[in-house]
């Protein structure tokens, strides 16, 4: 076996752990001023209202909670496929009724994250997941 395949071999699900604490950490940071602010999640319901998002009143503080939990449950590898399908829908949303389906500008970080969660969920969370361990 080549040095290349062996370090191949010996490192399999690093990425996925990579990918995860990042992605995990990302959707908790983009969601906690909404979840952790006074006010913060009737600023957003009122922001997804006035794009047009159904029953935004209910829906809108639903979405960044799932955001915020649903990367703690990424970054913690706990159920973090779960996390990231809820999260992934949620950006789909985003990026039709926020952006527009413009994936290559306004959209882009939404679209990025909606493909990593979408990858998570496919592939699972990667090394040292508190559902591995456990």
């Known amino acids: 076996m080549s040095r290349l395949a062996g370090f191949i071999k ?3 699900g690093y990425g ?4 995860r604490l990042w992605v995990g950490g990302a959707m908790m940071y983009y969601s906690y001023g909404y979840v952790l602010t006074a006010g913060g999640l009737t600023d957003f319901a009122s ?3 006035s794009l047009g998002i159904p029953f ?8 960044k909670i ?4 649903g990367g703690a449950m990424i970054l913690a590898g706990f159920y973090g496929r779960i996390g990231a399908l809820l999260i992934a829908l949620i950006l789909f949303v985003a990026v039709v009724y926020a952006h527009g389906f413009q994936v290559f500008s306004d959209g882009g970080i ?3 994250l909606m493909m990593m969660n979408l990858l998570l969920v496919l592939e699972g969370t990667g090394k040292f997941s508190l559902k591995q361990l456990g």
């Open 10 to 12: 010996k490192t399999k």
């Open 16 to 19: 996925l752990l990579v990918l």
């Open 47 to 49: 922001y997804a209202g």
């Open 56 to 63: 935004a009143t209910v829906l809108g503080p639903i979405a």
């Open 66 to 69: 799932i955001e915020f939990a």
């Open 110 to 112: 939404s679209f990025n």
